[in-house]
Nanobody, 128 residues
Framework: QVQVVESGGGLVQPGGSLRLSCTAS????????IGWFRQAPGRETEGVAC????????YYEESVKGRFTISSDKAKNSVYLHMESLKPEDTAVYYC?????????????????????WGQGTQVTVPM
């Protein structure tokens, strides 16, 4: 079972940037497809960005394309979400998760499919 810890959230003004981090205690994230998800108040969890460790492609939710980038650091067993041009509608708790390599990343993001349980998440707030 994949265990992760998210960090890096905070309060940022519209147009600002943040980098979220997701570190796995075990096992190695290379053995999974990885993704970032978010849940805004009163809304369902949605997949934001998911990355394939099979063909190294990424899927992005439409509203974040061109603004968010998912990346990884194998040496640190970590995954990052670089967020730019932040908007108030990006306000949410952000979670990372891993899924089997044979699951297409679009399905992972749209279906919000991960292996194991959701972590604590990290809050991102972009005021109006």
């Amino acid at each position: 079972q994949v265990q992760v810890v998210e960090s890096g959230g905070g309060l940022v003004q519209p147009g600002g940037s943040l980098r979220l981090s997701c570190t796995a205690s075990r096992p190695t994230l290379d053995n999974y497809n990885i993704g970032w998800f978010r849940q805004a108040p009163g809304r369902e969890t949605e997949g934001v960005a998911c990355f394939s460790n099979v063909d190294f492609t990424a899927y992005y939710e439409e509203s974040v394309k061109g603004r968010f980038t998912i990346s990884s650091d194998k040496a640190k067993n970590s995954v990052y979400l670089h967020m730019e041009s932040l908007k108030p509608e990006d306000t949410a708790v952000y979670y990372c998760g891993a899924a089997p390599l044979d699951l297409p990343v679009q399905a992972m993001c749209i279906g919000r499919i991960i292996s194991g349980s959701w972590g604590q998440g990290t809050q991102v707030t972009v005021p109006m």
